[in-house]
């Protein structure tokens, strides 16, 4: 897939001046933020967040969003996966199939469900599967623990939030059902891998277009959930 307007070696075009009194690196993520096709289009479609972009380039080849599918997104805010998910299965208003959690708060969505709190709370499981009513079909985290300006921290941080979540979701979702979490390049732990092959019929990374080259963010996809043995298929 292709980077919308990304044209090999083309010059920035909004440039912030060295006088401007910002660090050196500020003005460079100012400068990326401003140049950026993603955040130019995010705000002409109106999604929250160019993350967005990445959850609809997975979906445009892996086919996750179902219309009718009830999904749980961890870690929503601002609400970029779940105004995708929302529109894609047609999440209702009045019997919303999607349901968001994140302890930062999010500003309401059409037929999105949305819980303010820490996912990794005891209740928070439970929480989310009473506001959905069912389980779920997908369970989607872009779960990032915040930076510490520490990498190695953040990284596993950031794996914990992805290990967690693939925990839930093997024990709620849907037989058939689909999981997608933020990871890292040769961030995923053997044993979470090995877990997901055992509960799901295929496994595998994906590193869509809209998440930066720089960036060794990547997603674990893992489909079609087999089921638990208390499940119906
Ligand atoms: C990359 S952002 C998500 C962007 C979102 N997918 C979108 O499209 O707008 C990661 C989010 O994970 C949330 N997060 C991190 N740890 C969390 C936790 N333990 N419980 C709930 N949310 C968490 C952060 O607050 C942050 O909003």
Redesign the pocket.
């Known amino acids: 897939m292709k980077k919308p307007g990304k044209t090999g070696g083309r010059a920035l075009k909004a440039r912030i001046k060295r006088k401007s009194g910002l660090k050196a690196s500020s003005r460079r993520w100012l400068e990326r933020h401003l140049n950026d096709p993603y955040v130019h289009r995010s705000k002409a479609e109106g999604y929250?967040?160019r993350?967005?972009y990445k959850?609809i380039e997975i979906d445009d080849r892996h086919k996750l969003l179902k219309p009718g599918a009830k999904v749980i997104d961890?870690?929503?805010?601002?609400?970029?996966?779940s105004q995708v998910a929302a529109a894609r299965t047609g999440s209702e208003p009045d019997a919303p199939g999607v349901v968001a959690?994140?302890?930062?708060g999010v500003d309401p969505i059409a037929g999105v469900t949305i819980l303010e709190m820490?996912?990794?709370d005891d209740d928070a499981p439970a929480r989310l599967l009473k506001a959905l009513g069912s389980a779920p079909d997908v369970v989607l985290s872009?779960?990032?623990?915040?930076t510490t300006g520490h990498k190695r921290t953040d990284h596993i941080r950031t794996m914990h939030?992805c290990e967690v979540a693939a925990d839930f979701a093997v024990k709620v979702l849907r037989p058939g059902g689909h999981f997608l979490a933020?990871t890292f390049q040769g961030g995923t732990e053997n044993a979470l891998l090995t877990m997901l092959k055992q509960n799901f019929a295929s496994v595998h990374h994906v590193k869509p277009p809209a998440s930066r080259d720089e960036s060794v963010e990547l997603y674990l996809l893992a489909k079609g959930f087999k089921g638990r043995p208390d499940q119906d298929p």
């Open positions: 929250r967040s993350a967005a959850l961890l870690g929503a805010a601002p609400g970029g996966w959690i994140d302890y930062l820490d996912f990794l872009d779960m990032a623990a915040p939030l933020k």
